[in-house]
């Protein structure tokens, strides 16, 4: 942008960078504002004669309501990550709203459109999950929608074989990609034959399910006992939660669904090499063993994240990206389970130069220990880890999807609402400690995926990798 003149030749307005500066230089930034604590929350978490938990949460701040029902979906049969189970799962989510007894694809299409909604399913090793959103005053239509795919969806036989067709496609796509190449192979060295480990089914496991596997896992496992289900918008608790309990009385079923059982804990090691040939670029990727949420150390083990590689003024990102170049993204990140937590390092560098940035990143983890953040670094990282946990959680969206994910975790809205206190009471001697008990380096293993004709000499020199590659799909 440059500045302008009028016809007398006077400036009518300055430029960005004029403004941005005085005669002694750029002019300073305004200090950060103090954090705000999340607003007072009208609530009500409740469990309803059916066993589904109900947490019912008012934020007016548009006429929406976001609807998040979570329910658990290991295989109820307990068999290991070589099962069925996966497949079959994939296909129900996929088509539990084509259909019921009582209303077309195209008829509950047309009736959530009607109150400006929407219903969606996924599903993971862990959990189905249901998600949707309408206007306020479409809630009971989105309820009685809900109410009838999950007591009757009907999974017409054409639905099944046309989602059937194209997830066998999806998979052959996604296996072809870098990322999820190096995904599988990482769950597959921490975790083995742990149903957790198996993210994405086999295309062959697709192909051999019916129309009937996909009712009778319906049946087992979509069971409102040890579910929950999250509202949050423009309406009054109490009374949602009665409409809820109305709604969705017929939805009954024998049991609790089913948790993953424990996941195996982390151990240290080398990083194991995943052949990929031809590649240009190698993916590396690191994990260890972290704490949940309700671990009171959780707050510093945070703020130590950030500071590694949590956010872009990080040492990783300052490291690897901005003054060797050695990558566009990296990043370091915890991921939750229902049982507990790892911390997950990633970044994808080019051939060349993988070596000197897997040796970097090692670098930097020891450095965190043995160099620990400094106050200022530490109150940098507590600013962003307050603002973006507000900002995330702002919106209708953000608050109802952020709160299924913490009440799979044992925590509820209160931990939310106090979280900033607790990051603001941490100190740096705290995070200083996190760092060095969790981001040891010989607290990490992982694997990188890329080509082991060009990678193994610089990775041999380097050493803390297992040059015994196995070959990806």
Not at 196 to 202: G, N, R
Request: net charge negative.
């Amino acid at each position: 942008m440059t500045a302008s003149t009028s016809s007398s030749g006077s400036k009518t307005h300055r430029s960005a960078e004029e403004i941005g500066r005085t005669g002694a230089g750029p002019r300073p930034l305004p200090e950060l504002g103090s954090q705000k604590a999340a607003a007072d929350l009208s609530t009500v978490d409740t469990t309803l004669p059916n066993g589904l938990r109900v947490i019912a949460v008012r934020r007016a701040t548009v006429p929406m309501v976001e609807l998040r029902l979570r329910v658990p979906f290991a295989d109820p049969s307990g068999s290991s990550a070589g099962s069925q189970h996966s497949a079959i799962a994939e296909i129900l989510a996929n088509t539990v709203l084509t259909g019921t007894r009582s209303r077309s694809r195209v008829r509950i299409d047309t009736e959530l459109a009607l109150v400006g909604g929407e219903l969606d399913a996924v599903v993971d090793p862990e959990r189905l999950s249901i998600t949707g959103n309408a206007l306020a005053t479409g809630l009971d239509t989105v309820l009685d929608v809900l109410r009838d795919v999950l007591t009757s969806a009907s999974y017409p036989a054409e639905e099944v074989e046309r989602e059937r067709a194209r997830l066998v496609e999806r998979i052959a796509l996604a296996r072809s990609q870098p990322n999820v190449i190096a995904r599988e192979a990482l769950q597959t060295l921490l975790y083995g034959d742990h149903p957790y480990a198996k993210e994405m089914p086999e295309a062959d496991e697709v192909a051999n399910v019916s129309r009937e596997d996909v009712v009778a896992l319906h049946g087992k496992a979509l069971l409102p006992r040890g579910s929950v289900l999250v509202v949050v918008g423009d309406v009054e608790p109490s009374e949602a939660v009665t409409r809820i309990g109305e709604a969705l009385a017929a939805w009954q079923g024998d049991g609790e669904a089913v948790q993953l059982p424990p996941l195996p804990a982390v151990s240290g090691g080398d990083v194991k090499l995943v052949h990929r040939a031809g590649a240009v670029q190698s993916q590396i990727r690191l994990a260890a063993q972290a704490i949940p949420r309700t671990d009171p150390r959780y707050p510093a083990l945070q703020l130590a994240n950030l500071v590694y590689g949590g956010f872009f003024s990080s040492r990783l990102v300052e490291n690897i990206r901005e003054d060797k170049g050695y990558t566009y993204s990296a990043r370091s990140h915890p991921e939750f389970t229902v049982h507990g937590a790892t911390l997950l390092i990633d970044a994808d560098t080019a051939s060349d130069v993988t070596a000197a940035a897997l040796l970097e990143t090692r670098y930097e983890l020891a450095r965190l220990g043995l160099v620990p953040p400094s106050q200022s670094e530490v109150d940098t990282a507590r600013s962003y880890a307050v603002g973006t946990l507000l900002t995330s959680t702002s919106s209708q969206s953000g608050l109802a999807s952020f709160l299924v994910n913490l009440v799979a975790l044992g925590l509820g809205i209160d931990w939310l609402v106090a979280h900033p206190q607790r990051l603001a009471a941490v100190t740096a001697e705290e995070v200083a400690a996190a760092a060095l008990e969790f981001f040891a380096p010989a607290n990490f293993t992982g694997v990188l995926v890329g080509d082991a004709e060009q990678l193994k000499p610089k990775l041999a020199a380097l050493g803390g990798v297992d040059l015994g590659e196995v070959s990806s799909r």
